[in-house]
């Protein structure tokens, strides 16, 4: 029998799917997303190209950060103040998600939430909104760590290729709690969640967060191997810890956490800043020899991005927390390799910015996406603008140096919004990218921000 002393070890690996019954066990195995929901669908941004972008952009918090932290704040027993949070889309549904629930939770200031989890009265999320945004998955460890139980609706999020949940239930059964869909809603309960040596197929970021919010109350010891390493798993684990958690080696590939039954929080704590949204401002200013120095940044986060930069040309200065980015106007950027890799690796959600950047590049380059299938949605966009690439499976190859010309592109999803922005920027004449409730998912005062550093761009209501 399993005790909260005894650690038992379990093997996360693949079982029979069950046939035949109402209760499926693992039917998780090929989710594909569903479309963003929500926003304005018919605004656009208009862009006119040309423009060198030059002065100081500074970053907002990480939205993969907050979604974790805000889905671990509704497991805790008492108040707390979050600082850094990123008025964006998906942000904001969550916000929303987690009032339904019956959380408390106000707007202090800007950036600033104060939330009251104790009035929470529901362990179930199946409101039409949880379908909208990949995050709200991490509320089934958190409810299910607060209630012993939890429903939530399947989560949806960008389209671009098949994002399995299968580690996050085998997970939660590991640690003692039953799983099954039943009409397109994930149930998973426990009698009492204990502690175990949880070993991931995979390493997964959505997994690796989802058990460790569960773990926290969980009795005795858990130990997850092959976790994953990136920087918002080490905040969500830090937001824990903060609030009366447990949580150590985050940021390794080994997390222990020690069950804490009771977190009377009372706490405040800082969302750290987002990689992604200032590796896209990064390259940004390689893409128009320009001149911009990304601030409220953590440049440890960034080196991938940073060596990659310097290997085509551009000139990167790190501050304590800035970057400083250029390219002179009698500069070229050289072309070169990436693949794409789970943290520290090269970050797959800086990729299609990337492939941008490497068709302004003189010379032949390659893009490898080894973390997610069919991401190369967008290229058909590119080349209507005029760029040189071959896609194939997880394999683009780029022939830069083709002047981009401005045209009607989609948003295909989050990044690749971001991607088309870039395009429009570099190419001659005027781009409309459509769609861009995607890329408001993720990218708070985008214009406004760009407009700053000197990029034509306005957003068109229709």
Not at 122 to 147: N, Q
Not at 154 to 170: A, E, I, L, S, W
Not at 180 to 195: P, R, Y
Request: charged share 20%; aromatic share 4%; glycine share 10%.
């Amino acid at each position: 029998m399993k005790t909260s002393t005894a650690i038992k070890s379990v093997q996360v690996t693949d079982k029979k799917i069950g046939e035949g019954v109402l209760k499926v066990h693992h039917p998780f195995m090929s989710l594909t997303d569903l479309s963003d929901e929500g926003g304005n669908s018919m605004a656009s941004y208009i862009v006119r190209g040309g423009n060198r972008l030059a002065g100081d952009v500074t970053v907002s918090g990480s939205k993969n950060a907050a979604l974790g932290i805000l889905s671990a704040a509704m497991l805790l027993d008492g108040a707390c103040k979050i600082e850094n949070v990123p008025d964006v889309a998906d942000i904001n549904v969550m916000i929303e998600i987690c009032k339904d629930l019956g959380a408390k939770i106000k707007r202090d200031n800007e950036g600033t939430l104060l939330i009251d989890p104790t009035s929470i009265n529901t362990h179930e999320a199946i409101e039409d909104k949880v379908r909208s945004i990949r995050g709200s998955y991490y509320l089934l460890g958190a409810l299910l760590a607060r209630f012993g139980k939890a429903s939530l609706y399947m989560p949806g999020g960008c389209n671009f290729g098949t994002r399995p949940v299968d580690q996050h239930m085998k997970g939660f059964e590991a640690l003692g709690a039953e799983v099954s869909l039943e009409h397109g809603i994930i149930h998973v309960e426990a009698d009492k969640l204990l502690g175990e040596h949880i070993f991931l197929d995979v390493v997964s970021v959505g997994a690796t967060i989802n058990i460790m919010i569960a773990a926290v109350k969980a009795e005795g010891t858990t130990v997850i191997e092959n976790a994953a390493r990136e920087p918002h798993i080490v905040d969500v684990a830090n937001f824990l810890n903060t609030m009366g958690a447990n949580v150590r080696g985050a940021g390794t590939d080994v997390i222990r956490i020690t069950g804490t039954p009771v977190m009377p929080a009372g706490s405040s704590y800082s969302i750290i800043p987002d990689q992604i949204e200032a590796g896209t401002y990064m390259m940004m200013a390689a893409l128009t020899h320009g001149d911009i120095t990304v601030r409220n940044l953590i440049p440890k986060h960034m080196e991938p991005l940073s060596a990659k930069l310097e290997e085509m040309g551009a000139h990167v200065e790190s501050g304590d927390d800035s970057i400083r980015v250029w390219l002179d106007e009698n500069e070229h950027l050289k072309p070169a390799s990436f693949k794409t890799m789970p943290y520290p690796g090269f970050p797959t959600d800086l990729q299609p910015q990337a492939t941008v950047l490497l068709c302004l590049a003189e010379g032949s380059s390659k893009m490898m996406e080894n973390v997610w299938d069919n991401r190369f949605q967008y290229v058909d966009d590119l080349k209507m603008m005029g760029a040189d690439i071959m896609a194939s499976g997880k394999l683009a190859v780029i022939q830069g140096g083709n002047p981009l010309t401005g045209a009607k592109v989609t948003a295909r999803d989050l990044r690749a919004g971001a991607a088309m922005v870039m395009a429009g920027l570099a190419a001659e004449g005027v781009t409309e990218i459509v769609e861009i409730n995607k890329i408001e998912r993720g990218y708070e005062r985008f214009v406004n921000k760009l407009q700053s550093l000197g990029a034509d761009i306005s957003r068109l209501d229709r």
